[in-house]
């Protein structure tokens, strides 16, 4: 099972809110059997990312910083910014790239 992760300040609030709309853009679209979102303090992407080589998207609700880049970047997974999802504005779009890189994983393991 490939990983969304979705971070935000102290992973509670706004990441979890995050998550379950990706959750349900995958299941509504027969890809969470493949790929799901967990949501989880931003302060830990960095350690996550390094030890699971099953993370294929970062969804931050800010951009990563210059380090957080840097691993986002030596691990090949996709960075999109979180705030389409929590403002309804590019939501559809910010779907959309998920399923690419999701169906994307999909084909290189097939």
């Known amino acids: 099972m490939k ?3 979705v971070c ?24 969470d059997d493949f790929a799901h979102a967990e949501p989880h303090p931003v ?12 993370i ?3 969804v931050g609700i800010a951009p990563a910083d210059d380090d957080l880049k840097e691993t986002i970047e030596e691990n090949h997974v996709t960075e999109i910014v979180g705030v389409p999802w929590l403002t309804g504005m ?9 399923r ?6 999909m084909k290189a393991i097939n």
């Open 90 to 98: 590019g939501e559809d779009e910010a779907n959309e790239k998920v």
């Open 3 to 5: 990983t969304i992760l």
């Open 100 to 105: 690419d890189v999701v169906e994307q994983n």
């Open 8 to 31: 935000c300040g102290s992973g509670v609030a706004t990441s979890p809110q995050v998550a379950n709309k990706i959750n349900d853009f995958l299941s509504d679209n027969d890809l």
């Open 56 to 58: 294929i998207i970062y």
């Open 43 to 54: 302060e830990t992407a960095k350690s996550r990312i390094d030890g699971n080589k099953d």
